[in-house]
């Protein structure tokens, strides 16, 4: 096995001292991989060898005594494999991108190197050239994802920590849908939600559960970029270049899609949204903000941003368990109760609580509770169309203008749906064909409802 760092030390001590070169640690069984790969990247002015491994759990003990910039990891080495030192890797060091090697099959070593939190794969054979351009592309990413566009957001962020229970109230009116249950219909509200909004406000929708979002498949819309584009050119910030990545939602909706990958998720900061959030409140009355049912450093932060805090449960037992676990959390975060709306979505009859108990439950009463209509909701979600448009008359639509109406009541300038409006056209626009995940979602949710 080669001498951890002694490489590195004899041949780039004085190019390490100098500014901007990106430094590397390349983890191989092989030594003589190692000397070519030294050798090769030696070539580069930027590029510095720091440190160097044959098997995962040095090349973990020497990334934590080194830092890189960029680790080049095999995914064979002994012990500790690739796989694992990858997931070692970015739990520790979330500032040092890797870059997975592998013999294997490309579509299934690429998965399970996205999956450890690999930034980039190479298949083995490859050229120099291709490692030295793919530790450039890792390394710049890491820069975009830790230094964010400047824009406005810097210092709401600052005033949010300061204070994290008052919510900004400049702009347009923020409000984030939060589940702490999957399958409450929290996207279905939010969706539905900002559609009824649209009868008086411009409303934009974004579909942050990053990595399973559905509001593209509930309004039967196909996006060719999402917010990953956004964060991934760092141009959260500019209005014209968000405005275009935007698509036409029914009723008039502005939407923001989720990316297309699950993997693309890591792309996308607290600081990319901060900015971003800053950028939509300029141009839009309400901004709805669908959110994913796993507590994670987007949501919360998401939350503290927030007007207002829609929580959705249903009457399960789970669901008010999870939601008074949500609401504990939020406490410790010191964010205003005021600022929480309490949304009870009945799925079915049986096995729900009362909700005079719920309310006890959760020492706060329902501001809005959506009926069970299987017909109503499940057409909706089959056709890609939002109830509030297609049965404006249902009970459960009624229930949801209402929600909208006492929303858009905060909102400078507007008033309250009406709730004998002319409905609106239930027909999505019709777009040209694109190509992407997106559409294939939809076609396969309308045949499995």
Known sequence: MPDPGHTAGASHSDAAE????????????STRII????????????????????????????????????????????GMDGIQT??????????????????????????????????????????????????????????????????????????????????????????????????????????NLAVSLGRTCRVALLDCSLQFGDIGILLNITAERTIADLAANNA???????????????????????????????????????????????????IVVDTATHLSEISLDLVEMADK????????????????????????LKVDPARFALVVNHRDGAGELDRAYVEDVLKTAATAEIPYDPNVVATSIARGVPFVLSQPQSQAALRIAGLAGLLASGVPGRGHPERDAAPLDPTPPKRRRRLGIGRSRSGQAAASD
């Open 18 to 29: 100098g500014d901007g070169v990106i430094r590397v640690l390349l983890a191989d069984e």
């Open 309 to 332: 805090v829609l929580v959705v449960t249903d009457l399960s037992t789970t669901g008010v368990k999870n939601a008074r676990l949500l609401q504990t959390v939020m406490g410790v």
């Open 86 to 191: 990858t997931e070692m890797l970015v739990q520790y060091l979330p500032n040092t991108g890797v870059i997975l090697l592998s013999m294997e099959a490309e579509n299934e070593a690429f998965r399970r190197a996205m999956l450890a939190g690999a930034r980039e794969f190479l298949q083995k054979p490859f050229s120099g050239d291709e490692l030295v351009s793919a530790i450039r592309r890792v390394h710049a990413y890491g820069q975009r994802k830790g230094t964010p566009a400047a824009s406005p957001a810097a210092d709401p962020g600052a005033d949010a920590g300061a204070d994290a229970g008052a919510a900004p109230s400049r702009g347009g009116k923020l409000f984030t849908v939060v589940g702490a249950k999957g399958g409450v219909g929290k996207s279905v509200i939010a969706a």
């Open 236 to 286: 959260v910030a500019d209005h014209d270049v968000v405005e275009d990545v935007m698509v036409d939602g029914p009723g008039g909706v502005r939407v923001l899609a989720a990316p297309i990958s699950p993997e693309l998720a890591d792309y996308v900061t607290t600081q990319h949204l901060r900015a971003l959030i800053e950028q939509l409140r300029r141009t839009y009355d309400c």
């Open 35 to 78: 000397e070519n790969l030294t050798k090769r990247l030696g070539q580069e002015e930027d590029l510095t060898v720091c440190a160097v491994a044959g098997d995962g759990d040095t090349a973990l003990q020497e990334a934590l005594r080194t830092q890189p910039d960029v680790a080049v990891v095999d995914a064979g080495l002994p």
